[in-house]
């Protein structure tokens, strides 16, 4: 019994992260992973002192990337989506709407080239950033739909409005000439921030993750970057270079790891719950066989004694399983904080525990079953 409740109470546990796990998993990001490399180049003060000389590398950069074979798009941001790197900033229209009152806080991305066409990031309405949004030009920004449904009524209403980013002598103002779709820049199932951008052609901005979209194979595309970047600039490293979808399974390793080691330990606790079910009702017919052999020459019918024994492993099975799904429910909600998409308490769960741990205990008793009805009285006579 005491191994049924374990196996019942780790079974409800594995259950829970599993489903979390495939909640998790189904999550729309809102960028692609697949045939994309990134990496980070982060240009000292000293080289490249202003936003000319800034552009005028990654142009060159820019330039060497996109001759190389299989590349398919290029673009950069200031902080890659799943990165663990951000810069939040609040954010209110210069005009508010009736009854928008205070600032919001928004995640604060500078982006050049291509970048959202390379992630796939779908444009909701309005324009990307383009040549002509260089300095000297309007101050322009792209929102993405959740800051454009927060401050307005939709994505379109938000096209042409002028925000204000910052606060005190920094902040700046700009028109929002594109909105675009919500990018979760942190860990899959954890809320994210609503997001601006701004052209780097506009901005002074040093640090810059590039990604390539390309055909190639991801060593064959690192290997062609780092010479690339050398090409331009020997004296500029390359950090943090992966592909983004080595990105995504980093940042959902911990929930992955964690179904799997509870998945292991579940499957290992259920193989002893049936080794015990046999165990215990193989010495319960053994002791019974006697009784079993009376019964027979009596006239009993193997159904008889089929339910006797199958009686005593639903009794044992039942308590198990009551124990261990209360105490799995339990472990459930103190497991909550690791959960995403699935209550303690998933009927689901609940019901896959109950028909493991149900059919575990039939295949456990089916030895001991069938040496029970198979008793011969006469052997069992003429042993006493």
Same mark, same amino acid.
């Given at each position: 019994?005491?191994?049924?409740?374990? $196996?019942?109470?780790?079974?409800?546990?594995?259950?829970?992260?599993?489903?979390?796990?495939?909640?998790? @998993?189904?999550? &729309?990001?809102?960028?692609?992973?697949?045939?994309?490399?990134?990496?980070?180049?982060?240009?000292?003060?000293? /080289?490249?002192? &202003?936003?000319?000389?800034?552009?005028?590398?990654?142009?060159?950069?820019?330039?060497?990337?996109? +001759?190389?074979?299989?590349?398919?798009?290029? =673009?950069?941001?200031?902080?890659?989506?799943?990165?663990? !790197?951000?810069?939040?900033?609040?954010?209110?229209?210069?005009?508010?709407?009736? #009854?928008?009152?205070?600032?919001?806080? *928004?995640?604060?991305?500078?982006?050049?080239?291509?970048?959202?066409?390379?992630?796939?990031?779908?444009?909701?309405?309005?324009?990307?950033?383009?040549?002509?949004?260089?300095?000297?030009?309007?101050?322009?920004?792209?929102? &993405?739909?959740?800051?454009?449904?927060?401050?307005?009524?939709? !994505? =379109?209403?938000?096209?042409?409005?002028?925000?204000?980013?910052?606060?005190?002598?920094?902040?700046?103002?700009?028109?929002?000439?594109?909105?675009?779709?919500?990018?979760?820049? @942190?860990?899959?199932?954890?809320? +994210?921030?609503?997001?601006?951008?701004?052209?780097?052609?506009?901005?002074?901005?040093? /640090?810059?993750?590039?990604?390539?979209? +390309?055909?190639?194979?991801?060593? $064959?595309?690192?290997?062609?970057?780092?010479? $690339?970047?050398?090409?331009? &600039?020997?004296?500029?490293?390359?950090?943090?270079?992966?592909?983004? $979808?080595?990105?995504?399974?980093?940042?959902?390793?911990?929930?992955?790891?964690?179904?799997?080691?509870?998945?292991?330990?579940?499957?290992?606790?259920?193989?002893?719950?049936?080794?015990?079910?046999?165990?215990?009702? #193989?010495?319960?017919?053994?002791?019974?066989?006697? !009784?079993?052999?009376?019964?027979?020459?009596?006239?009993?019918?193997?159904?008889?004694?089929?339910?006797?024994?199958? #009686?005593?492993?639903?009794?044992?099975?039942? *308590?198990?399983?009551?124990?261990?799904?209360?105490?799995?429910?339990?472990?459930?909600?103190?497991?909550?904080?690791?959960?995403?998409? *699935?209550?303690?308490?998933?009927?689901?769960?609940?019901?896959?525990?109950?028909?493991?741990?149900?059919?575990?205990?039939?295949?456990?008793?089916?030895?001991?079953?069938?040496?029970?009805?198979?008793?011969?009285?006469?052997?069992?006579?003429?042993?006493?």
């Amino acid at each position: 019994m005491t191994e049924i409740a374990l $196996a019942a109470s780790l079974l409800v546990c594995a259950g829970l992260t599993l489903r979390s796990l495939q909640a998790l @998993v189904s999550v &729309d990001v809102g960028f692609a992973t697949e045939q994309r490399f990134a990496f980070k180049t982060n240009l000292t003060e000293r /080289g490249y002192p &202003d936003a000319a000389r800034v552009n005028r590398f990654y142009d060159q950069l820019t330039t060497r990337l996109e +001759s190389l074979p299989g590349t398919l798009s290029i =673009g950069a941001i200031s902080y890659l989506p799943l990165s663990g !790197e951000g810069l939040s900033v609040n954010a209110a229209p210069v005009e508010p709407p009736s #009854g928008q009152t205070g600032d919001v806080t *928004v995640d604060w991305r500078i982006v050049r080239g291509r970048y959202f066409e390379t992630m796939d990031v779908a444009l909701m309405s309005g324009r990307l950033f383009s040549s002509d949004d260089r300095p000297g030009s309007p101050a322009v920004a792209i929102v &993405d739909d959740v800051l454009a449904r927060r401050l307005w009524t939709n !994505e =379109g209403a938000a096209i042409g409005r002028t925000i204000r980013f910052g606060s005190g002598p920094p902040a700046e103002t700009r028109t929002i000439v594109g909105v675009v779709r919500h990018v979760s820049h @942190v860990e899959p199932g954890k809320q +994210s921030l609503p997001a601006a951008y701004a052209p780097q052609s506009q901005v002074y901005q040093r /640090g810059m993750y590039t990604v390539i979209k +390309s055909t190639s194979a991801p060593q $064959a595309v690192m290997s062609a970057a780092r010479a $690339a970047l050398r090409s331009v &600039d020997p004296a500029v490293p390359m950090y943090f270079a992966e592909t983004v $979808a080595a990105r995504y399974d980093s940042a959902i390793s911990l929930p992955r790891f964690t179904a799997g080691l509870v998945s292991a330990f579940s499957t290992l606790a259920l193989v002893l719950a049936g080794v015990g079910i046999f165990g215990v009702t #193989g010495y319960a017919v053994a002791q019974r066989m006697r !009784e079993f052999g009376i019964r027979f020459a009596l006239g009993a019918q193997r159904l008889h004694v089929g339910r006797l024994v199958l #009686g005593r492993v639903a009794l044992l099975a039942g *308590v198990g399983l009551t124990i261990g799904t209360g105490v799995g429910i339990g472990l459930g909600s103190l497991m909550s904080g690791i959960l995403f998409g *699935v209550e303690s308490n998933d009927p689901l769960t609940m019901s896959v525990a109950i028909g493991a741990i149900g059919l575990t205990a039939i295949l456990a008793s089916l030895a001991p079953l069938r040496h029970a009805v198979r008793v011969s009285p006469a052997e069992i006579l003429r042993a006493e």
